[in-house]
């Protein structure tokens, strides 16, 4: 089954929640992921002082009982 899971991380550790994600979908079995960085945003409002987040959409074929573990 083909899933798509959005992240969005603050500016500074954009690069590290992205190599996280990526190892974690790899440790389930996911297979074909693809990453699209989406890029600096504005945000809505701010969340914790940040007014601006990092986008990232990843796009993976696994197994319906792995998603629980993601």
Do not use: H, P, W
């Not at 190892?23 to 699209?36: M, R």
């Amino acid at each position: 089954m083909n899933y798509e899971l959005m992240i969005v991380s603050t500016i500074k550790s954009a690069g590290d929640l992205q190599s996280r994600v990526e190892k974690t979908l790899k440790d389930v079995g996911a297979e074909n992921v693809k990453v699209d960085k989406l890029g600096k945003k504005q945000l809505g409002y701010a969340i914790k002082k940040q007014t601006e987040a990092e986008y990232f959409v990843f796009t993976f074929g696994c197994e319906s009982n792995n998603i629980k573990t993601i």
